[in-house]
């Protein structure tokens, strides 16, 4: 059973950082996709960052390039999202997925098999 543990989330001022981290279990992840998307109240789940399966491919929401990064560990089974010049409208709840099947696209939180309970993000202005 696959089971993903988001942390690292909290309470930042505008202009910081945090660096979220998803832990994985239940099966081999060195050849599946992972991704962050975010949900803020009253709006929709929407697509924060990808890696593909290898590291070599990265996809990030226009509102989030070049502040945010994201990594994975596959000794570990960890995918970490770094926030950088955090602002007011990243607060969200931030949750880990994964992508099990090559097909379906990165930006879609339908091609998505699992899900995190969520890591809350609050960025004060």
């Known amino acids: 059973q696959v089971q993903l543990v988001e942390s690292g989330g909290g309470l930042v001022q505008a202009g910081g950082s945090l660096r979220l981290s998803c832990a994985a279990s239940?099966?081999?992840?060195?050849?599946?996709?992972m991704a962050w998307f975010r949900q803020a109240p009253g709006k929709e789940r929407e697509f924060v960052a990808a890696i593909s399966w290898s590291g070599d491919s990265t996809y990030y929401a226009d509102s989030v390039k070049g502040r945010f990064t994201i990594s994975r560990d596959g000794a570990k089974n960890t995918v970490y999202l770094q926030l950088n010049s955090l602002k007011p409208e990243d607060t969200a709840v931030y949750y880990c997925a994964v992508k099990l099947l090559m097909s379906g696209s990165y930006y879609d939180a339908l091609s998505y098999d699992n899900w995190g309970q969520g890591t809350q993000v609050t960025v004060s202005s």
């Open positions: 239940g099966r081999d992840f060195s050849s599946v996709a």
